[in-house]
């Protein structure tokens, strides 16, 4: 599936980096060492970059944290993000540490004249902010109103420092409302982006653990990107961080945007399956690992229903006794021997591809 259509945002720049107006989706994660510890954050943040985080942040909560945020951006390309809760001030040094983004929740930032400080220096240096709204940190009189974290007081709260911003000339911005539900996500993210054209930074906040915290990442995130929403995003693991990207990678594959490389479909076998189809679809993968071009290719346990039920697969190969076949969308193309059915395969895929 490659028809998403991406709802047009504005374009904010970080760093060298493009975030919304249909730019790519950027992949971003943040670091979880103790900000004291700088030589185990550069190391963190480098296996990140490496994995193919295009972004990073990290949690300044004191004025010696800036430091760490100095010494992690020398040592990485990808752009800075400067976590900031409470103190404005610490927003203000992140800036002159060389922070490319700032992230302030403004529920906890203080007062207007606060947020406009923050603000006004992000102007002077052409740095974006962050408004992370949370669900579990609104302003009183807007939980007041709802009653509880809804979607539409989180929309609410996020309008309101918009409005700020927005009042000071400051349109540098990118937004994020982090629910730890996936209803509630949902929610906030389609009306948000159904009220405002500012990029949407992607999350569902305190997801869980690697298994848990990525199938419910994969609903939200993946559900709110197949609509054509997001411009950037984070899926929050209660896990090394780099597991972050590697969930982020398979999320933004599995849910059809296109730039994701080759993606492997495999039927679930059954009584009739013929062939070891985990072994080939696992071994399919890593075939296909250095090829860039969006192609789906199936593993089908039998040639009988195989290549019917893969017929929107780009190609595919299907197995069983001992014999194969090969197939473009779903139309037989060729038969083999089953121990010759994957270099057969990738010898069809690379003349079409010219590789
Ligand atoms: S492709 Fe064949 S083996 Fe695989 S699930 Fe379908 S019927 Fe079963």
Redesign the pocket.
Known sequence: MKDIVRKMTRQVRVGHLTIGGGAPVVIQSMLSRPWFDVPGNIAQAKALEAAGCQMVRIALPNAEAAHTLTAVKNAVDMPVVADIHFDYKLALLALEAGADKIRINPGNIGSRQRVAAVAEACQKRGVPIRVGVNSGSLEKDILAKYGASTAEAMVESTQGHLKILEELGFYNTVVALKSPYVKTTLEAYRLASARFDYPLHLGVTEAGTRQFGLVKSAIAIGSLLADGIGDTLRVSLSADPVEEIYAAKTILKAAGLPGYGPAVIA????G??GVDVMGMAEEMERRLAPIEADITVAV???AV??PG?ASQADYGM?GGDGKGVIFKKGAVIGSCTEAELMDRLMAVILEDLAL
């Open positions: 039927c679930p076998t059954c009739r399956t089908m346990g039998c229903n195989g039920e299907a």
